[in-house]
Antibody
Framework: QVQLQESGPGLVKPSETLSLTCTVS????????WSWIRQSPGKRLEWIGY???????KYNPSLKSQFTMSVDTSKNQFSLKLTSATAADTAVYFC?????????WGQGTLVTVSS | QSVLTQPPSVSAAPGQKVTISCSGS????????VSWYQQLPGTAPKLLIY???KRPSGIPDRFSGSKSGTSATLGITGLQTGDEADYYC???????????FGGGTKLTVL
C-alpha cells in the first residue's frame, strides 16, 4: 500500500526559507494529485495546495504566494518551499494524496519558526 | 475561523450512536463532495468518508456520511472507546478556489 513520509528541518528562523520533501513508497507518484496540508497548534487544518505529477500546481489563494511546490518523478518525491517564514507558519505539515479527498496522509512533520 | 462549521465537541456512551454536523454554503458543501477524517491523538488524519457517503476499504460500516443542501453529517454507531478522536470534514470551495476544512469536533466516549 502507498505510504508517504515527510522530511525536512524542524526549526526555521523567521524570514528564512523552509523546504520539505514528501517521499512516496509502495506506489507510483505518476497519474495522481498530491497535496500539502498543515495543522496549526490550535489543531486547525489548512490546505496549502496541490501538485499534479506532471508539475501543474494550484495554491490556496489566501496564503499570498508564500509557497512553491515541485515534483521529482524519478525519485517518487514532491516538495514544498515556503519563503519568508514567520511564527504564524509554525505547524505540523502533512503531505497527502488527492485533491477532492486525501488518502493516505504522511505522519506529519512539526516545523517551528523561531529565532 | 474555519469556512466549515462543526460543533467543538460531542459525547456519548459506549455502544450508542453519535452524529457530527458540518455546515457550509452553496460554494462549498452545496456544490462539492464532502469527506470526513478521524485524527487519533498524536497521529495523522485518516480518511473515513469520501464523496459524501462512501467508505474506503477497511473502514467499518459503523461510520456513515450523508449530505443535504449545504450541510453534511458523519454518523458513528456502536461507539467504542477507541473512537475517541478529533473528526474533521473537508470539501472544495468553488468561490475561494481552495480546499477547506471544518474546525474539528472532539468525540468523547463516556
Amino acid at each position: 500500500q502507498v505510504q508517504l513520509q515527510e522530511s525536512g528541518p524542524g526549526l526555521v528562523k523567521p524570514s528564512e526559507t523552509l523546504s520539505l520533501t514528501c517521499t512516496v513508497s509502495g506506489g507510483s507518484i505518476n497519474n495522481h494529485f498530491w497535496s500539502w496540508i498543515r495543522q496549526s497548534p490550535g489543531k486547525r487544518l489548512e490546505w496549502i495546495g496541490y501538485i499534479y505529477y506532471s508539475g501543474s500546481t494550484k495554491y490556496n489563494p489566501s496564503l499570498k504566494s508564500q509557497f512553491t511546490m515541485s515534483v521529482d518523478t524519478s525519485k517518487n518525491q514532491f516538495s514544498l518551499k515556503l519563503t519568508s517564514a514567520t511564527a504564524a507558519d509554525t505547524a505540523v505539515y502533512f503531505c497527502a494524496r488527492g485533491v477532492a479527498w486525501f488518502d493516505p496522509w504522511g505522519q506529519g512533520t512539526l516545523v517551528t519558526v523561531s529565532s | 475561523q474555519s469556512v466549515l462549521t462543526q460543533p467543538p465537541s460531542v459525547s456519548a456512551a459506549p455502544g450508542q450512536k453519535v452524529t457530527i454536523s458540518c455546515s457550509g454554503s452553496i460554494s462549498n458543501i452545496g456544490n462539492n463532495y464532502v469527506s470526513w477524517y478521524q485524527q487519533l491523538p498524536g497521529t495523522a488524519p485518516k480518511l473515513l468518508i469520501y464523496e459524501n457517503n462512501k467508505r474506503p476499504s477497511g473502514i467499518p460500516d459503523r461510520f456513515s456520511g450523508s449530505k443535504s443542501g449545504t450541510s453534511a453529517t458523519l454518523g458513528i454507531t456502536g461507539l467504542q472507546t477507541g473512537d475517541e478522536a478529533d473528526y474533521y470534514c473537508g470539501t472544495w470551495d468553488s468561490s475561494l478556489s481552495s480546499g477547506v476544512f471544518g474546525g474539528g469536533t472532539k468525540l468523547t466516549v463516556l
